[in-house]
């Protein structure tokens, strides 16, 4: 089972310069070809005869297409595709689950609870690359790299050109490491909570009485700082106290919470200015708009559904919201939940 799926891989691999041969008039078609696990041979001959349009278009479609596609799914099948794009990854791509079960392999966490798991996806993507790159350069043309070292990947030779790539290699080996021992650990979380809860004694006594805190400084009166103190209080709803909490990196539910609150925090306190002068209650109105965000998240919303079928009836440009407010709550990794 397993060598016919190889064979699949090959010939999905050698077919392909074929078909850009029928369909963009290169001058060389690959006229013999050995498959033989991994590697293979191509014995490359003059172009054959021109033939009618629509006898190329019944070779492309109805002998290679179906190939291809099985082999594609071969390839799905064992976590690897070939060649790896810098488009976004999902966590269910193999890709990134084989990274995931390497870091719980070797260090006993997921890739969640990496400092920078968006920059470890990338390097390893990265890395991916450039082996299949060197692999190439250096004769193993048919080579899967896929969970292999360096020094499998390379045959040895190829230049200047195969040099520059093993050293971007080295270098991009060096921040791996780094970064997969990089664990966000549970007391960075706690100061983060502790961060959000001064923060919330803090603005109240900014947006209510700031003459408490500040009252005993000269400039505090001379420049009439009360007004812009008690605004500044209100704020600090959308500038710490919010943004410490997910900085936590919370999942489901309290995700959810946190993300509504981030966008509905700021829309209170420039909406309701309008409606009321007083800084304490624009301050107890971003509380309740917290508070309902967390109420509604709960509610309506569990850790099954993050990633179920209510995420896929979201509408498009919330999808994008959610995933731009990402990059501000620590989960960016290239691949995102």
Known sequence: MLSSMWTKIALVALLAPAVDAFSSHQQYVPSFVTVSGRTSTRVWSSPPEKVEDKEKETTTSGFS???????????????????????????????????????????????????????????????????????????????????????????????????????????????LAIERRSVFRGWLKNIFLGQAIFSFALSLVMATNPGVLFGGFDWYNYYQMETPIQVLGFWWWWLFIVPSLRSRRPSGAEKKALDIAFLGT??????????????GLIWAANLVV?????????AFDSDEDDDGDSKKNQPAWLKFIYKSLDFGSGRERGARQ
């Open 65 to 175: 297409q179906d190939v291809m596609n099985e082999a594609n799914d071969a390839l799905a099948s064992v976590g690897w595709a070939r060649p790896m794009d810098d488009g976004e990854m999902t966590s269910e791509d193999p890709f990134v689950k084989q990274i995931d079960e390497g870091i719980q392999r070797d260090f006993g966490v997921s890739l969640d609870e990496l400092l920078n798991p968006a920059k470890v996806v990338n390097l390893e993507r990265d890395l991916y690359n450039l082996r299949s790159e060197l692999a190439t350069m250096t004769g193993n043309t048919d080579l899967e790299v896929a969970g292999l070292s360096t020094e499998e990947c390379d045959n040895g030779g190829g230049g200047e050109e195969a040099d520059a790539i093993r050293a971007k290699i080295s270098k991009k080996e060096g921040d």
């Open 266 to 279: 700021p829309l209170i306190s420039l909406i309701a200015p309008a409606a009321t002068k007083d800084t």
């Open 290 to 298: 917290v508070a309902a965000a967390y109420g509604y998240a709960f």
